[in-house]
């Protein structure tokens, strides 16, 4: 699995999802996700987000233990130590 290529495609994850990118980039994702299991993961529970925040007045939360773990399973460390910096700098 090419992790960089994840990396840089996460950043475009929210753009793709709302349909909201070029053709070109779009069917670079597609390609993507036709081989990577967990981009696809990450693109389904995207859109499950998505829809259960338009249907619901609560936008659901996921466990911090569920987000280190999708982190992990994605090579993320990088966003679990950021989220540690960001807990420990608040008053």
Excluded at 7 to 33: M, N
Excluded at 69 to 79: H, T
Aim: proline share 4%; charged share 35%.
């Amino acid at each position: 699995m090419d992790h960089q290529k994840c990396r840089h495609l996460l950043g475009s994850l929210s753009d793709y999802v709302d349909g909201e990118l070029a053709e070109e980039v779009c069917a670079e994702i597609d390609r993507h996700l036709e081989e990577c299991e967990n981009c696809r993961i990450v693109i389904d529970s995207l859109r499950k987000t998505i829809y259960l925040y338009k249907v619901t007045s609560e936008p659901p939360t996921v466990p911090e233990e569920v987000r280190q773990r999708l982190y992990l399973s994605l090579d993320l460390e990088e966003f679990i130590e950021r989220k540690a910096s960001n807990e420990a700098s608040k008053p």
